[in-house]
C-alpha cells in the first residue's frame, strides 16, 4: 500500500507560479510511474502531466502533458526523496481545481487514470483573474 500526500497548493494570481509536491510512504516509489491529474467543480477528473517510472538516455524519463499545460508546467520525480513535483507557471484561473497526484504500477505512461493504484486527498489551486 502506497501513501501520497500532496503539498503547495493555494490561492495565486492568473500570471503567478506554484509547486506542488507529493510524497510517497514507501521505498517502492522509484517502481511506480507517476502522474498529476486534476478536478474542476462539476468536471471530470482529468489528466495533467505523468512522468515514467523508466529511465531512457543519460537518466532522463518519457513524460506526457495534456495539451492546455504544454510549456507551463514541468512534471518531476526525485527517487531519493520519494517525491513527485509539478511546477507550474503562467498559471490561468481555468487551471483552479484539486490537483491529485497518483501511482500507476503498469508499464507505460499511464494515460488513463484507470490505470492509477493509489491516489493522494488532494491539494487546492485557485488563480484568480
Known amino acids: 500500500q502506497v501513501q501520497l500526500t500532496e503539498s503547495g497548493g493555494g490561492l495565486v494570481q492568473a500570471g503567478g507560479s506554484l509547486r506542488l509536491s507529493c510524497i510517497a510512504s514507501?521505498?517502492?516509489?522509484?517502481?511506480?510511474?507517476m502522474g498529476w491529474f486534476r478536478q474542476a467543480p462539476g468536471k471530470e477528473r482529468e489528466i495533467v502531466a505523468t512522468?515514467?517510472?523508466?529511465?531512457?538516455?543519460?537518466?532522463?524519463?518519457?513524460?506526457y502533458y495534456t495539451d492546455s499545460v504544454k510549456g507551463r508546467f514541468t512534471i518531476s520525480r526525485d527517487n531519493a526523496v520519494n517525491t513527485l513535483y509539478l511546477q507550474m507557471n503562467s498559471l490561468k484561473p481555468e487551471d483552479t481545481a484539486v490537483y491529485y497526484c497518483?501511482?500507476?504500477?503498469?508499464?507505460?505512461?499511464?494515460?488513463?487514470?484507470?490505470?492509477?493504484?493509489?491516489w493522494g486527498q488532494g491539494t487546492q489551486v485557485t488563480v484568480s483573474s
Open positions: 514507501e521505498r517502492t516509489f522509484k517502481d511506480y510511474t
Open positions: 512522468i515514467d517510472r523508466r529511465t531512457i538516455n543519460w537518466g532522463d524519463r518519457r513524460t
Open positions: 497518483a501511482a500507476s504500477g503498469r508499464d507505460g505512461l499511464g494515460y488513463d487514470l484507470h490505470d492509477y493504484d493509489y
